[in-house]
């Protein structure tokens, strides 16, 4: 008998005529008899173990080799192939330029903190090296076996310096004369000449030299840095092309013509070589006293922080390699030999210069909502109902058309929005600088450290400051990333809130190409909520508790946390449970554990995260009901979408922020619920169930972090992008 068993799991009568206190245990078992032994139970998994998570780093390359895989489809268009080719090659970039800098960095300070999967920086780096040279192998391996010739196929050559004819010399020549000589500055290494300053990512030649110049010096050695204001591919003109599109590199016209900078002397190698420098812009925003001309006086020494990867031409000898990694101070595991040139970003202007729409994808034409366009007055279309945009697949005009008829409006008395990128020429800065100018009250939250975007917001913010707006740039610490917009409107004598929260940036060009969701509404409680938002993020005070929007890094991640545990209890109960969230990365390890509870409990979830992902699906007693998938297609999939069950209420959360330490801790997010139901209900049709159904542009993450592309077999093959596009064009 088990010592565990309840007097109603007893066969019937032991319970009431023999009972057990203070009976000996001898006389309960029968003599001669061994007791029953019960099957060892194993321990609960410690759902912290280093083991249940993946590294985001090596994850992020893993993003990579996704990105790749399109430039390798058949399927794809030609010139969107090779477009897809230049995005892996400034990811990469991307990427050693802050990932691989900051654990440089750690690994120079000594500094042992490893993330919740375990590793070691400098283990990290080791294994990112491995993984960094297979992508870039297998990058060129594409661009020379597949890409140049397919693209020879439809008559657009890249030629090398072997096939020019006499005829493309002598304009190459020329042209070198005219165009280049003039602006290139040769140098001569010795010591008076030391090794120059090398920009990020800048075109270089390092030369040997045989013989004596002109002051009798033979050093030996020279570099040529390549100006960045010289294009990088030149289409040669038609009486010299031997068809309708061909180009030269300027790296190829240099090498040829490397000779005429050093008259008189022998050029015995030429090798083309660029360095990849630390681009993350450290400030301290404690002691500065302008943020904006602290960051702004930073920008110019991005471009020469410290080295942290070295690209040299195949054929490039051992001897001078280790030339160039001593003046850089780099090592051998730094050094990274490709065949072609040595930056494969300059490509892409291909992409525009030839004009093949067949080798295209087929021009987008947003639709424009049929809720504007049979309203005039959009603050009546909101007051209707709340209304959803769908980017890129309708239109981004609508918002660009609310914000410039409110700055032209008498009832409208303020203006209020974040701005995290918005591109050097929005027409929604110039219509808050218009509004400004007619007397509003116009508020920015301009966030000067949007990474890579920093001197087009320092722009922005003087162009708003001169215009008379009142600009802030977030909070001391931590990055304004919330996507708000705020109208502020008299009507029939009461001040009502207009209101936009999106998943992306007011940007209209990524609007095209990203896929996000904004949401208008004029909703009181999400009005004063954010009204809140703004008094906290250009005043001073205590956090405001908000009644529908949650914010970080105050409630966010654990409400989230909360909505998760919910689903975990519902389905203990026997509850119908299941979570579906898109968004770009998911990262935080509580966050993590709270999904890990929830498989353990049964509730179903899926996970569509288009890059970093660090959690474990598929893993036995963890993460069993976890399914993870990355969508990578056409448009960047971007935004942020959370569907709860919620005991059959089905809550619907539109983001700015992804699961990840810095969106909770670090930033200012926010998080709002979708209220209506129609709305709510489009989200779910267009924001999630394409995706889980995709079966040709879908990679499904397995427990060892490897990702395999979905196949449709014998199923109607799925594409989510396509679909929608469909869709909309119905």
């Not at 006389?27 to 410690?46: C, F, Y």
């Not at 249940?52 to 895989?69: D, Q």
């Not at 409680?525 to 809140?532: L, S």
Request: proline share 6%; hydrophobic share 40%.
């Amino acid at each position: 008998m088990d010592e565990r068993q309840t007097s109603a799991e007893l066969p019937a009568g032991t319970a009431a005529d023999f009972p057990m206190e203070g009976i000996p245990r001898d006389m309960l078992i029968p003599q001669g008899k061994p007791e029953p032994e019960l099957p060892p139970q194993e321990p609960a998994p410690d759902l912290r173990d280093a083991a249940l998570y993946l590294n985001r780093e090596l994850s992020i390359l893993e993003f990579n080799a996704r990105v790749l895989e399109q430039a390798k489809d058949a399927t794809t268009p030609l010139l969107e192939r090779l477009r897809f080719l230049t995005i892996s090659s400034t990811n990469l970039d991307e990427f050693f330029e802050i990932r691989v800098a900051g654990l440089k960095q750690q690994v120079a300070f000594k500094v042992a903190h490893t993330g919740a999967d375990g590793l070691a920086p400098q283990e990290t780096l080791a294994r990112i090296g491995a993984q960094a040279r297979e992508i870039v192998r297998a990058q060129y391996e594409l661009l020379n076996d597949v890409m140049l010739p397919a693209l020879e196929q439809q008559k657009i050559r890249l030629l090398k310096r072997a096939t020019w004819n006499t005829a493309q010399q002598r304009w190459i020549k020329r042209y070198f004369g005219q165009e280049v000589l003039p602006v290139l500055t040769p140098m001569g290494l010795d010591p008076a000449h030391p090794f120059p300053r090398i920009l990020n990512k800048s075109l270089n030649f390092v030369v040997t030299l045989e013989g004596a110049d002109a002051f009798g010096r033979t050093s030996g050695t020279a570099v040529v840095q390549v100006p960045r204001s010289l294009p990088r591919l030149i289409r040669l003109p038609k009486d010299v092309a031997g068809g309708p599109y061909d180009f030269v590199l300027l790296s190829s016209i240099v090498h040829a013509q490397v000779g005429e900078l050093f008259p008189g002397m022998q050029v015995l190698t030429c090798h083309q070589f660029r360095v990849t420098r630390n681009s993350d812009l450290w400030v301290d925003e404690e002691e500065v006293d302008d943020l904006l001309k602290a960051i702004k006086g930073e920008l110019s020494s991005r471009n020469y922080g410290d080295a942290v990867r070295l690209e040299v031409a195949v054929d490039c000898s051992d001897d001078t390699a280790q030339f160039l990694l001593e003046k850089f101070h780099l090592g051998p595991s730094d050094l990274y030999r490709v065949n072609g040139p040595v930056n494969l970003h300059r490509l892409a202007a291909m992409h525009e210069m030839v004009e093949r729409a067949d080798l295209k994808y087929p021009p987008l034409a947003p639709r424009y909502p049929k809720r504007f366009e049979q309203e005039p007055d959009p603050f009546q279309v909101v007051r209707q109902a709340d209304v959803l945009l769908h980017h890129p697949f309708e239109s981004f005009a609508p918002l660009v058309e609310l914000v410039r008829l409110a700055a032209q409006d008498p009832d409208v008395l303020a203006i209020k929005q974040t701005l995290y990128r918005t591109g050097s020429e929005s027409p929604l800065v110039e219509a808050l600088i218009q509004a400004a100018r007619n007397g509003k009250e116009v508020a920015a939250v301009v966030e000067l450290r949007a990474r890579f975007d920093e001197a087009a917001n320092i722009d922005l913010a003087t162009k708003l400051q001169e215009a008379g707006a009142k600009v802030v740039y977030g909070v001391v610490g931590y990055k304004a990333h919330a996507k708000l917009l705020l109208i502020v409107r008299r009507e029939n004598g009461y001040l009502r809130h207009y209101v936009h929260l999106g998943t992306g940036n007011y940007h209209a060009g990524t609007a095209r190409a990203y896929t996000d969701f904004g949401l208008l509404t004029c909703d009181k409680d999400i009005g004063e909520d954010v009204h809140r938002l703004f008094l906290q993020l250009t005043g001073l005070g205590r956090v405001a508790r908000l009644k529908k929007l949650r914010q970080s890094p105050f409630t966010l991640q654990r409400q989230l946390i909360a909505l998760i545990d919910d689903e975990t209890e519902h389905a203990k109960q026997g509850k119908p449970a299941r979570i579906v969230a898109k968004m770009n990365a998911l990262s935080e390890p509580r966050i993590i554990q709270a999904l890990y509870r929830a498989s353990q409990a049964g509730v179903q979830i899926d996970l569509i995260v288009r890059g970093i992902c660090c959690l474990r699906p598929g893993v036995p007693r963890v993460s069993e009901n976890v399914r993870v998938r990355s969508i990578i297609g056409r448009f960047l999939e971007h935004s942020r979408v959370f569907h709860f069950e919620a005991g059959g209420e089905k809550r619907v959360y539109l983001a700015s922020a992804d699961w990840m330490q810095r969106n909770f801790f670090s930033r200012v997010e926010v998080l709002f619920p979708v209220l209506d139901e129609r709305v709510k209900q489009r989200v779910i049709v267009e924001g999630l169930e394409p995706y889980l159904t995709d079966n040709t542009q879908a990679w499904m993450l397995a427990a060892d972090g490897k990702y395999k592309r979905a196949k449709p077999g014998s199923a109607k093959p799925r594409t989510a992008q396509l679909e929608l596009l469909e869709r909309f064009a119905q």
